[in-house]
């Protein structure tokens, strides 16, 4: 292919191209980039997963069971855990927990609380243990405040002498029983956090947060996903709940099939945003639930309030009423929020009722107020142009593809019909099945693989292309917790073992796209139409020039030559290109630890008219930057 990348015309492109997208799915919040060790850390419950002990069992003999106490430790934490003392005598008593599917012991900080009631005297051994052995890794003694009547908070630092071998290890809260009187006591919140991501207490995992801080993400769409609609009128992501100390917080029957603590709540999200100095698309509920219903339209008010609240929450200045709350709960400066979605995937649930009532009121509702109260944010609907809607202004849409590799391919034209008007954030996408396969049963593939992500990034260069009038992507789902999932194909998984956090091949094809930003598009001429090599041009900030690119579907190596005009003769460029396994089903395996993706990067020098000549491989993903403007 002859190519020529103008000096002049296109189109400046979106701050916003590469993002992040998180719901708690597969375990990827509670048990994933959150960071709290302790598993079913309040007995927290719903109608549709009931209180339990999961998690804990027994020390030396000591009686657990959940206790609704009249005298709870919260409104949001009504169940706890007694432990009675039995006849025991001479050993310490207690129970323990093993995390999430594991913890992982080293000889770092950890820091804990827990909550108690009932008269005891003496002290509480915190400790982590091996499972296996009982070999004890760190252990520390914490001075008992505990008394008959109302709950005491007891918070405790401990640092192992040692690391352990694996995660196969529990923590543990034992006691003298000889210190209990009247029998036994109650323990609720019992909480132990590892060092976190820039130390923010009740934060994130930092070994995820680095591997999604390298991607060089511009945004996080939040808090879904199916998460945010939750199953029922009644049940979902209510963002109030999600605030303030974790004994207020009472969690939610998550769509995904477990309850969750709603411990990664709103402020989480935020400090997430300011952490890797990203944009926070905030998703507000818009009244649709999975299964189906929708709030009438005499019932919408309160919704409207209810999302405009949260935006005041977040932004509010401190004599506001949400605002003050914000400030209240240790962040009186405002957070700034550009983006707002309404919904997640309106046409989806209840269609065609519950999209006819989307596109009669509950968008048009919301837009209105979110116009008057909120005239700079960009609101964008949950639904785009390609699913059968006419947009308001001025909102814009939410546009999500799961698709095979072929699907991906014949998609890298489908954002040039997007005009000025309708401006799309692709909120979700990734390549989910193989080429044939589209059932929703059954053929999800397991891991992101080379050929699919090959594909992605063709899909993504036609978004690309169309910078102006694409306001960004984002790779959905983002995590897996490899001990319990609903969704196979992540951008990355993990467990409790550090080792098994897994940058999939697509995570390695966008660190590439999103390492080199275009802010402004430059038209490219060509001798040959698109396919199997696929591309897009432009500048970046500094005014040099760039070349992003991908070859499907190819045998051969496609030889390019590609000018940029303007460039003379010398001009020098570094061209990085990652290739794949040799089967295009090649996949980064979180239990072999290995990575199929391979990368070099070159110095080329410009020939004539400044023209760099190379050739790229089939399955290919490219990126070249002059090294001057
Ligand atoms: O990303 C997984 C799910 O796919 C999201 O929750 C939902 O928005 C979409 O259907």
């Known amino acids: 292919a002859n190519l020529v990348v103008h000096a002049t015309g296109g189109n400046v492109t979106t701050s916003t191209m590469y993002g992040l997208m998180h719901e708690d799915i597969n375990n990827s919040g509670d048990g994933g980039i959150y960071a709290e060790l302790i598993y079913n850390r309040a007995f927290q419950g719903s109608d549709m997963f009931p209180t339990s002990l999961d998690g804990w069992s027994s020390v030396n003999g000591a009686a657990l069971s959940i206790k609704n106490s009249s005298t709870p430790l919260s409104w949001a934490l009504p169940s706890s855990m007694n432990i009675a003392v039995g006849s025991g005598k001479g050993q310490k008593i207690g129970f323990r927990n093993g995390g999430y599917w594991g913890i992982d012991v080293r000889v770092q900080k950890y820091t804990g609380s827990f909550y108690v009631k009932g008269s005891h005297t003496g002290s509480f051994t915190a400790s982590l243990q091996s499972n296996l052995t009982g070999e004890v890794f760190g252990s520390v003694d914490v001075k008992s405040k505990s008394v008959e009547k109302g709950w005491t908070q007891h918070e405790f630092v401990m640092v192992p002498t040692k690391d352990a071998p694996n995660v196969n290890n529990t923590f543990a809260i034992t006691f003298d029983p000889a210190g209990v009187q009247g029998g036994s006591l109650d323990f609720n919140l019992i909480s132990l956090f590892p060092p976190t991501y820039k130390n923010r207490p009740n934060g994130l995992r930092p070994d995820i947060m680095e591997d999604l801080a390298e991607l ?24 109030n709940e999600t605030i303030g100390p974790l004994k207020d917080r009472p969690g939610m029957a998550n769509v ?11 402020v989480e999200y935020m400090e997430w945003c300011e952490d890797l100095n990203i944009e926070p698309i905030v998703a507000v509920w818009d009244g649709l639930s999975l299964d189906g219903h929708f709030t009438s339209e005499a019932d919408f008010q309160p919704i409207i309030q209810f999302a405009l609240d949260e935006i005041e929450f977040l932004t509010g200045d401190v004599s506001t009423k949400w605002g003050a709350v914000r400030a209240s709960i240790g962040h009186p400066t405002p957070w700034k929020v550009k983006y707002v979605e309404i919904g997640n995937e309106d046409w989806l649930a209840g269609a065609p009722a519950g999209y006819d009532s989307f596109k009669a009121y509950r968008l048009p509702l919301l837009i209105k107020a979110f116009t008057e109260k909120y005239p700079d944010i960009k609101l964008i609907s949950s ?3 390609f699913d059968n809607i006419t947009i308001p202004a001025p909102a814009a849409g939410d546009f999500h593809a799961y698709l095979t590799p072929d699907g991906n391919v014949a998609s890298f034209s489908q954002f040039d019909h997007l005009t000025k008007d309708n401006l799309t954030l692709i909120g979700e996408y990734a390549t989910v099945h193989p080429n044939g396969g589209t059932a929703w049963e059954g053929n999800l593939m397991p891991y992101p693989w080379w050929g699919g992500s090959v594909s992605e990034a063709i899909f993504l260069l036609g978004a690309e292309r169309n910078g102006d009038r694409v306001i960004g992507a984002t790779y959905a789902p983002g995590l897996r917790n490899l001990n319990r999932w609903q969704w196979s194909v992540t951008l990355m ?11 999939s091949t697509s995570w390695y094809m966008l660190r590439l796209f999103g390492s080199k930003i275009i802010t402004h598009t430059r038209p490219v001429t060509s001798d040959v139409s698109f396919g199997p090599l696929y591309y897009v041009a432009g500048n970046s900030a500094e005014g040099h020039g760039i070349f992003k690119a991908a070859v499907y579907n190819s045998t051969a190596d496609i030889p390019v030559s590609l000018q940029f005009e303007g460039f003379a003769k010398g001009a020098t460029a570094q061209l990085t290109v990652q290739t794949g396994p040799e089967d295009p089903y090649g996949y980064n395996d979180p239990f072999l630890q290995n990575n199929v993706v391979k990368e070099s990067t070159i110095t080329l020098t410009a020939g004539d008219k400044g ?19």
Request: proline share 7%; glycine share 8%; no cysteine.
């Open 216 to 239: 060089n993400p511009t945004f996080l769409r939040l808090p879904g996903g199916n998460m945010l609609e939750g199953n029922t009128q009644t049940n979902w992501w209510k963002w």
């Open 256 to 266: 995904w099939n477990y309850q969750i603590t709603y411990g990664l709540g709103l």
């Open 493 to 503: 998984q993990h467990s409790a073992d550090p080792k098994q956090t897994t940058r």
């Open 383 to 385: 639904s785009s142009v």
């Open 611 to 629: 023209t760099f000549e190379f050739s790229l491989p089939p399955l290919s993903v490219a990126v070249l930057e002059t090294d001057g403007k």
